[in-house]
């Protein structure tokens, strides 16, 4: 079935440094990804709607200076959290669909940031 | 715009006993309902969707929910529930042709045996 895999899984990283987060869909294309964030106990939050071959669409609140995303090909969309801070630690999650079929989202297992 | 609510942030239950998860949504356009449930430290696996027709949709593992139009309301249920099922479910919402969701806040379903 179609899988969406996100790498890395868990980060670490110092405050100060920028950290890319990337979203695959492994047997299909996808012309729009999405990107949420959860913060502990809580609900997923879509940050922004990734559309390959342009810009991508920032909800109401998000940074894009902050939390750049690239959605260069149809398999590959990334999410750079630039000079992070303590605040930004999160978990990150990203989906996508087929554009070929009507199947549903099909969601990465998220990534955990950690920002020391 | 859409907004969903789920007024039980955590549902203790005992294992073999039938549960509901509540979720009433909120929109001006028609939209489509969706289910989702949460393992730790995992992304999201699709329960169950409503998108038209039958009110009442099957999902996997045994669950299934019920859409209310004049409820504005998309419960989850299943009748009899397995440790295995402990996780948080998110019940979610989109406009129709738009895969832009809105989540719920979750609801976080405990099994005990």
């Known amino acids: 079935g179609a899988v969406v895999s996100q790498h890395p899984s868990r980060v670490i990283c110092k405050s100060g440094t920028s950290v890319k987060i990337e979203c695959r869909s492994l047997?299909?294309?996808?012309?729009?990804m999405f990107w949420y964030r959860q913060f502990p106990k809580q609900s997923l939050m879509l940050m922004a709607t990734?559309?390959?071959?342009?810009?991508?669409?920032?909800e109401q609140g998000v940074e894009k200076d902050k939390f750049l995303i690239n959605h260069a090909s149809l398999t590959l969309s990334t999410l750079t959290v630039t000079s992070a801070h303590p605040e930004d630690s999160s978990f990150y999650i990203c989906s996508a669909r087929d554009r070929l079929s009507l199947s549903p989202l099909h969601f990465g297992n998220g990534t955990r940031l950690t920002v020391t | 715009a859409q907004s969903v609510t789920q007024l039980d942030s955590q549902v203790p239950v005992f294992e073999e006993a039938p549960v509901e998860l509540r979720c009433n949504y909120s929109s001006s356009v028609s939209v489509y309902l969706f289910w989702y449930v949460q393992y730790p430290n995992q992304g999201l696996q699709l329960l169950l969707k409503y998108l038209s027709g039958s009110t009442l949709v099957k999902g996997i593992n045994g669950f299934e929910a019920e859409f209310n139009k004049s409820q504005t309301s998309f419960h989850l249920r299943k009748p009899s529930v397995h440790i295995s099922d402990t996780a948080e479910y998110f019940c979610?919402?989109?406009?129709?042709?738009?895969?832009?969701?809105?989540f719920g806040t979750g609801t976080r379903l405990q099994v005990f045996p």
């Open positions: 047997d299909f294309q996808a012309t729009t």
């Open positions: 990734s559309n390959e071959g342009s810009k991508a669409t920032y």
């Open positions: 979610a919402v989109s406009e129709r042709n738009t895969d832009k969701l809105i």
